[in-house]
């Protein structure tokens, strides 16, 4: 079993915020459930680097091995009507 290195949020989200619209990889997990709270604290802002919450797309996208990899876009902080 290969040992995964921790995803650092930080700098990867701030590289995606740099390219606007462009999907980038944030992690591969080898458990399918760990990749699924990834992408919920990317998509809610759980995690704070990608806050505010909805400014990230993310998915899931699972390789030939059956790792899940985590890719993820900015897309800009949305508005909320008042």
């Known amino acids: 079993m ?6 650092r ?3 990867i989200a701030e590289g995606l915020r740099a390219l606007p619209g462009q999907w980038g990889e ?10 699924q ?3 919920r604290g990317i998509r809610q802002g ?5 806050r505010p919450a909805g400014a990230f797309e993310a998915e899931i996208r ?3 091995e059956g790792d899940a ?10 508005e909320v009507a008042a």
């Open 69 to 78: 990899h985590v890719w993820a876009r900015y897309v800009g902080a949305q």
């Open 62 to 64: 699972r390789d030939a």
């Open 26 to 35: 944030v992690g591969n997990y080898e458990w399918l459930g760990s990749a």
């Open 46 to 50: 759980l995690l704070p680097a990608y």
């Open 9 to 11: 949020h930080q700098p």
């Open 2 to 7: 290969i040992r995964r290195q921790r995803v």
């Open 37 to 39: 709270g990834a992408i």
